[in-house]
């Protein structure tokens, strides 16, 4: 009975919103001794935080329990606090300070070894954050990561997200973040034996440390403690030993101040070898002591192995054989416990590249079903497409005279053979394609697999973009797309399609300048001349040779402005620039890395901009480049 108390207390602790069933009493029931103290170890922890948070308001909140996580000893109070401040963020939907309590959560798993959770949590609170935008916190996953897959000896990832933390912290001027991704690479760099590399990260890390950041006194007092540490590590290496001494000193002195045992035991540990190593015998018995009287009880192993190997290495060489053989004994003792974690290490290691391989094979079936997907659903809006024309021809028929009609008819023919030739070839690839992957699934390799994977959507991507256009175009032709012009701002419409084409832009290596400082406002439909933009600038980018530049120009006329889209790619002949906005003739040709189109991209064009009462027109030269202008109606 005592137990299902303490669990109902539990649920309104944490403002759970469920209410326990019967089962979960049951279970509760079935508890035995040790969960019952469990549980009443939580229940303290939640009083005392009950106490602490009495009275207070919501950043006052957030601030106790964010400073136990940063500064308390305790992982169980620490794992207590995380939780309660995710779940506080959770019921409020703080979206920022769910955010932080995701990668608190991570954080105190990694505190406990928990490598794997860790791992999760951090994922968990890195998709989190790029969700909200919240830069600082996928900064501080990246280096958590980085600790971890350090942990781990897995030092490519180490290496991988620590400069992932450390270009991304550099961009935003977060300086804390900085030296924090600057002092892990030190203690990176140490393990790979670059120490004049690891001593040049600990005084970046400290250059940006003492620049003006929101970070608390804490947090930078504990940054220079690690920095004077590392360094206290790396000197020895450069046979520079009491520059080691002073910086391991002034490490321990502001740990001191913090309460940090952890980094306390470090440098006392590593103060004995320095001294045994400089031959100072009875400093290097003081500090292994030292050392090993802080950690006594706690799980230090690899701290408490080097205090008594310095110890059996200075009574040796003072002749105490007795004493020597002692620490030796101990020596060995913490030897075996380092061993036993480091199989843990290993364990965890292999556990987790289980985990992703499972989650590999997983990702490679759900593509595949993916790609299936998509061709049903091309075959599906194909017939859909066909359909429609055909309802749009019967329609036409009706409304025009004989004449007309001729000509229509003429139109249409051509443009079906035309469609028709460029639906054949990428749907009878996709059959073949289809057919291959059915037949030979499994007797293929991963490469050839994921290669013929590739090819299927890159056909599907050309049927889905030349049916999309077919559809536009259609409803145009029906008149069901009509107008709905507004007052926009020019240039925030053009930033905005220069950031959505950026990756293909850079794919080339191709710069894209906005030659405009003033702001234009201009009355259209800004869909329609987003969808201009787009185009216009995507064929820009097909055209263009690798490492070049493209331009886009607004020149303001009377009544109007002239926006124009200059490139320096492969050009048009005189004679196709007539054909550009011809539907019955084909002309669409491949980009400079072989990109496919659609032909009807610029039809598109010509059909919105004329909707809004502008023109558009085309200059090029052959192997010179390309300029294509459109007006649009000033806001008057």
């Known amino acids: 009975l005592q137990c299902i108390m303490h669990t109902s207390k539990l649920y309104s602790m944490f403002n759970l919103k469920i209410k326990p069933k019967i089962s979960f009493y049951i279970i509760a029931i079935l508890f035995n001794c040790s969960s019952f103290i469990s549980i009443a170890y939580s229940e303290n922890f ?138 892990n690479m030190a203690y990176l760099n140490l393990f790979k034996l670059n120490y004049t590399e690891a001593i040049k990260n600990c005084d970046d890390a400290n250059f940006y440390l003492m620049k003006k950041n929101d970070k608390s006194e804490y947090l930078n007092k504990f940054g220079l403690g690690l920095i004077f540490y590392y360094k206290g590590l790396i000197f020895p290496y450069l046979n520079q030993n009491d520059s080691a001494i002073v910086n391991l000193h002034k490490s321990r002195k502001i740990n001191s101040e913090l309460n940090n045992n952890y980094l306390i035991n470090a440098c006392f540990s590593e103060l004995a070898w320095v001294y045994c ?46 004493l020597a053989y002692e620490s030796f004994k101990k020596y060995n003792e913490m030897s075996d416990s380092v061993h036993k974690y480091d199989a843990r290490v290993t364990a965890s290691k292999h556990e987790l590249e289980s985990a992703m391989n499972d989650f590999e094979i997983e990702k490679k079936r759900k593509e595949a079903e993916l790609n299936f997907t998509i061709l049903i659903s091309a075959v599906v809006m194909l017939a859909l497409v066909l359909v429609s024309l055909l309802i749009y021809s019967r329609y036409k028929l009706k409304s025009k005279t004989e004449k007309q009609l001729a000509k229509l008819n003429a139109t249409k023919d051509k443009f079906f053979t035309i469609i028709s030739h460029d639906l054949k070839t990428p749907i009878a690839s996709f059959n073949t394609l289809s057919s291959l992957l059915n037949e030979y699934y499994d007797n293929l390799s991963n490469e050839d697999k994921h290669k013929q994977i590739n090819l299927l959507k890159e056909s599907s991507g050309n049927i889905l973009k030349l049916l999309d256009n077919l559809l536009i175009w259609s409803r145009i032709q029906s008149g069901r797309i009509s107008t709905h012009p507004e007052i926009m701002n020019l240039n925030d419409l053009i930033n905005l399609e220069i950031q959505n084409l950026l990756q293909t832009a850079n794919s080339k ?128």
């Open 46 to 183: 939640a009083k005392q935080f009950d106490n602490l948070l009495k009275n207070k308001n919501q950043s006052q909140i957030y601030k106790i329990l964010q400073d136990t996580i940063d500064k308390s000893n305790d992982n169980d109070k620490i794992n207590f606090a995380a939780n309660l401040y995710y779940q506080t963020a959770n019921n409020q939907n703080n979206k920022p300070m769910i955010s932080k309590g995701l990668l608190n959560i991570a954080i105190s798993h990694w505190l406990m070894s928990n490598y794997i959770k860790t791992i999760e949590h951090l994922s968990n609170a890195k998709k989190y954050a790029k969700s909200i935008n919240d830069t600082s916190t996928i900064i501080t996953a990246n280096i958590y990561f980085g600790l971890v897959y350090g942990r781990l000896r897995d030092f490519p990832n180490v290496e991988k997200y620590l400069n992932e933390a450390l270009k991304l912290s550099k961009i935003t001027n977060n300086h804390f973040e900085t030296a924090s991704s600057l002092w």
């Open 277 to 322: 190593n400089k031959g100072v015998l009875d400093s290097a018995i003081y500090y292994a002591d030292k050392c090993i009287e802080l950690t006594k009880g706690s799980t230090f192993f690899e701290y408490l192995k080097r205090s008594y190997e310095a110890k059996y290495l200075a009574y040796e060489k003072l002749g105490n054989t007795k």
């Open 509 to 636: 290596n191709i710069q894209i300048n906005a030659l405009f400082n003033e702001n234009y406002y201009a009355f259209a439909d800004m869909d329609m001349i987003s969808t201009v933009i787009r185009n216009l600038l995507s064929n820009a980018i097909k055209f263009s040779h690798n490492n070049s530049e493209i331009n886009i120009e607004v020149i303001e006329q009377n009544d109007f402005y002239e926006v124009s889209i200059i490139d320096n790619g492969i050009g048009i002949a005189e004679n196709d620039i007539k054909k550009l906005f011809k539907i019955d003739i084909k002309h669409s040709t491949s980009g400079t890395n072989n990109e496919k189109g659609t032909g009807l991209g610029l039809n598109l064009c010509k059909e919105f901009i004329e909707m809004n009462g502008g023109k558009i027109r085309v200059e090029s030269t052959p192997n010179i480049g390309t300029k294509v202008s459109f007006t649009i109606n000033k806001n008057i």
